[in-house]
């Protein structure tokens, strides 16, 4: 059993900053892709940061600059710092991680439940 757990969303004001945090736990052998997706309301989900093991990153055009993702290999876990927010930054956003498992090596894709990030003033 494989779970990743999201935590670090909520209400902010216009510029202001939140970090995100995410957590995977279970028979994990080894952690590949790591990433950030976000889903607003009545739009497709999108890609917003992605972290390799190798340790590099990539951002959505809408948010370079801004955003910073970084992981930790030891804990297994995945942060995304979020700057100078805006109301276009509103969306619940969703922890992704490619997973190999233990005993049987093989790698599966898994999800958080979401984290509701609203920017409002």
């Known amino acids: 059993q494989v779970q990743l757990v999201e935590s670090g969303g909520g209400l902010v004001q216009p510029g202001g900053s939140l970090r995100l945090s995410c957590a995977a736990s279970?028979?994990?052998?080894?952690?590949?892709?790591m990433r950030w997706y976000r889903q607003a309301p009545g739009k497709q989900r999108e890609l917003v940061a992605s972290?390799?093991?190798?340790?590099?990153?990539d951002y959505a055009d809408s948010v370079k600059g801004r955003f910073t993702i970084s992981r930790d290999g030891a804990k297994n876990t995945v942060d995304l710092q979020m700057n100078s927010l805006n109301s276009e930054d509103t969306a619940v956003y969703f922890c992704?991680?490619?997973?190999?498992?233990?005993?049987?090596?093989?790698?599966?894709?898994?999800w958080g439940q979401g984290t509701q990030v609203t920017v409002s003033s």
């Open positions: 992704y991680a490619d997973i190999t498992r233990l005993p049987n090596g093989r790698t599966y894709q898994y």
């Open positions: 279970g028979s994990i052998f080894s952690i590949n892709a």
């Open positions: 972290s390799t093991s190798g340790g590099s990153t």
